[in-house]
Each structure stands twice: as C-alpha cells, then as structure tokens.
C-alpha cells in the first residue's frame, strides 16, 4: 500500500512530513525474514507535492528476471 506520513505536535493538527534525506543501502539486498520467509519492502519517497510518502509490500521471495 501507500501511506502518507504525518507528525502529531501536542495540542496541534496532524501535519505533512517533507522527506530529506533517503537512504536506499537497504533495498540493495533483500532477503526472506519471518515465520512466513517472505519480503517485506518499505520505500519512501517524495510526492509530486513535495510530500513524504512510503510504499510497502509484503510478498513471497521469486526469481527477477534480468
């Protein structure tokens, strides 16, 4: 799925996050964990308007095609 990150101040309104940074050296190698040995990917990224924003999967592990 794809979520929307916010940041909850106390006595204020939930606001958008702006990413900075990302580090991607863990989608380099992925490898099976849990019971289950699937895949659990988490990529953020940028919107178009400039806001944070994490796709996530889980799957079975499968051959890439090259």
């Not at 799925?1 to 863990?26: H, K, N, Q």
């Not at 699937?38 to 178009?48: K, M």
Request: aromatic share 6%.
């Amino acid at each position: 799925g794809r979520w929307d990150a916010y940041a909850l101040l106390s006595g204020g309104e939930p606001r958008r996050l702006v990413p900075g940074v990302t580090d991607l050296r863990s989608l380099a190698e992925r490898t099976p964990s849990g019971l289950l040995g699937h895949v659990a990917v988490r990529i953020p990224y940028a919107t178009r308007q400039g806001n944070l924003t994490v796709r996530s999967w889980l799957r079975a592990p499968h051959a890439e095609a090259v």
